[in-house]
């Protein structure tokens, strides 16, 4: 398994939500949008923050997409636009290795 050149970079976008019809109204964009391969909705996650100036402590939902490098300002995008939260977490975290019949289906799902 290998990646190949900046742009085909597979990459895992996660961000948060607090209910189960957010996670699937924003999966269901980004992947209508072919701006992402595919969504993991990972339920019953419990995040401890600091928000305006105290501890949060809620039960969320993560969300993990799969998209690649060239398409990630759209996603980030689209996050911005779609996300009910007023700071919406947007990490992305760049894939070690992929398998290359999966990284090719997931390039062929986002290509413009």
């Not at 190949?4 to 699937?24: F, M, N, P, W």
């Not at 996650?45 to 939902?61: N, P």
């Amino acid at each position: 398994m290998s990646l190949t050149g900046d742009a085909d970079r597979v990459l895992v976008v996660l961000t948060t939500v607090g209910s189960e019809d957010a996670a699937v109204s924003l999966a269901r964009a980004l992947v209508e949008r072919r701006l992402v391969a595919c969504v993991n909705v990972v339920p019953a996650v419990r995040s401890i923050y600091r928000w305006q100036g105290a501890v949060q402590d809620d039960r969320e939902l993560l969300l993990l997409a799969k998209t690649t490098a060239a398409r990630l300002d759209d996603v980030t995008a689209a996050l911005a636009e779609l996300h009910p939260y007023e700071v919406p977490e947007i990490v992305a975290l760049e894939a070690a290795a992929v398998s290359a019949t999966y990284a090719a289906w997931l390039r062929g799902c986002v290509a413009p």
